[in-house]
């Protein structure tokens, strides 16, 4: 599959940028699929008016590939989006060596999907080199969103002089930016422009301690005799699972009515999206608790019955509780509790 087999609005939407939930799964106490909710939550999202869905990726937890949940997971977002008149870009995560990754992929491909989220985890070892053939190899099988994963939680760095050489290959899409670190996001856009790529690969921030300064800036990148200009177009954000017509409304802010807020004002949302983060994603802690507080805000809002993790000793980090009950109390204006409540039971449906 190549990029221009992607249906034009599809693409369109992607190229002009929108949020793209990374899609938890809903598992029942036994911890088997709920159906019933992972159904529910690929509805809630599409509803909310997301451009897409990132499947398979690291809030779905890498563990579905163990337990043999990856082909139905996928194929169950993908009815969905295929039930949906938005007509979403289905992004599915792939990891590990050349022959899984593309497997992955083959797979994704199967089930409908337009793109691939390439996650260099595990590679530490493989030289430039290496890497890029590793990239090629997938891009033969479907259309890449590269992922510069943060060090913290599996990734390593990757130079300005990768990334060019990932741009260059001729069906990437997209890269999720996600070092968790200003300079290696500017080697991510430096790079794209180096490859004269900016036009075609669209850069998302994965960036979550900075998603709304992302969204809001113009890089400006010198090539030979001119000055390129680079945006942050969307985020592909396992934080967007949740409150998420919150973040689509966000979005559409900063597109639309950037000059709405002052610049102070648009600061003081970055560092409070920063703050709610670090509560989400269990900073504190190391990011331990990540998935399991996501799960307790959906849980809340009726959309999973539980937190349950595929590992049974993955849970909420010390005190991660206690500072989410805090950030609800003081921040209610960050949910979107309503709009949940005013859809449920028709998302819950069969």
Known sequence: ??????????????????????????????????????????????????????????TTQFAIRE?????????????????????????????????QAVAEAETARTH?????????????????????????????????????????VGGHYLPESFWRRFAEIEN?????????NRYSTLDVVRGVVAAGAENRVTLYTGNDDHIVADLLTEFRVR??????????????????????RRAVELLDEIHNHPDGRSATEWLAM?????????????????????????????????????????DPTEGMGPGQLERLDQLLAQHPELTDDVFIGENLSQWLGA
């Open 1 to 58: 599959m190549r990029i221009p087999d992607i249906p034009a609005e599809t693409l369109a939407r992607f190229r002009k940028g929108g949020v793209i939930p990374a899609h938890p799964l809903a598992l029942s106490a036994d911890r088997s699929l709920d159906e019933r909710h992972q159904r529910a939550l690929s509805r809630y999202y599409l509803d909310a008016g997301v451009i897409g869905l990132a499947v398979g990726v690291h």
């Open 67 to 99: 337990v043999g949940l990856f082909a139905q997971v996928l194929q169950i977002a993908a009815q969905e989006a295929a039930a949906h008149t938005s007509q979403p870009l289905l992004v599915a995560g792939a990891m590990g060596a050349t022959a």
């Open 112 to 152: 409908g999907y337009h793109a691939v989220l390439l996650s260099l985890a595990g590679h530490a070892d493989m030289d430039e080199d290496a890497l890029v053939s590793h990239c090629r190899a997938v891009a033969e099988v479907m259309p890449l969103v590269g992922f510069y994963l943060q060090p913290a």
């Open 172 to 180: 990437v899409l997209g890269i999720k930016i996600a070092p968790f």
């Open 223 to 244: 090539r030979d005799d001119e000055t390129v200009a680079v945006r942050i177009r969307g985020g592909l954000l396992g934080h967007w699972s949740v409150w998420t």
């Open 270 to 310: 970055d560092a409070l999206t920063t703050h709610a983060n670090a509560v989400l994603f269990d900073a504190a802690n190391g990011f331990a608790g990540c998935i399991a507080c996501l799960h307790e805000v959906l849980r809340r809002q009726g959309l999973l019955e539980g937190t349950w993790c595929l």
